[in-house]
Nanobody, 125 residues
Framework: QVQLVESGGGLVQAGGSLRLSCAAS????????MGWFRQAPGKEREFVAA????????SHADSVKGRFTISRDNAKNTVFLQMNSLKPEDTAIYYC??????????????????WGQGTQVTVSS
């Protein structure tokens, strides 16, 4: 059973930075895709970024390009989301997800097999 545990959320002022972490456990990760998604109050969950476990190929949503960066540390089974120049509209619960058979980074939520519990990010204006 795969477990994903997010951390690093919190309250930050607009223009500030946060670094989210997602610690994965329960299996040996090889060919898979790890993704970050977010859900703001009253809105649907949306794609933020994804990365392949092998090769580190990334994809970012247009809304976060140039501000957010996804990365991974294979040795620690951890995926990161560095968030800079945060805006109030980035306020949401951020979720980590794993697609255990993925080969390219993607935003299709139904293909992600496991999800974390989420971490709250609040950006004040």
């Amino acid at each position: 059973q795969v477990q994903l545990v997010e951390s690093g959320g919190g309250l930050v002022q607009a223009g500030g930075s946060l670094r989210l972490s997602c610690a994965a456990s329960g299996r040996t990760f090889s060919r898979c895709v790890m993704g970050w998604f977010r859900q703001a109050p009253g809105k649907e969950r949306e794609f933020v970024a994804a990365i392949t476990w092998i090769g580190g190929i990334t994809s970012h949503a247009d809304s976060v390009k140039g501000r957010f960066t996804i990365s991974r540390d294979n040795a620690k089974n951890t995926v990161f989301l560095q968030m800079n120049s945060l805006k109030p509209e980035d306020t949401a619960i951020y979720y980590c997800a794993a697609d255990l058979s993925g080969a390219i980074p993607h935003r299709t939520q139904s293909l992600y097999d496991y999800w974390g519990q989420g971490t709250q990010v609040t950006v004040s204006s």
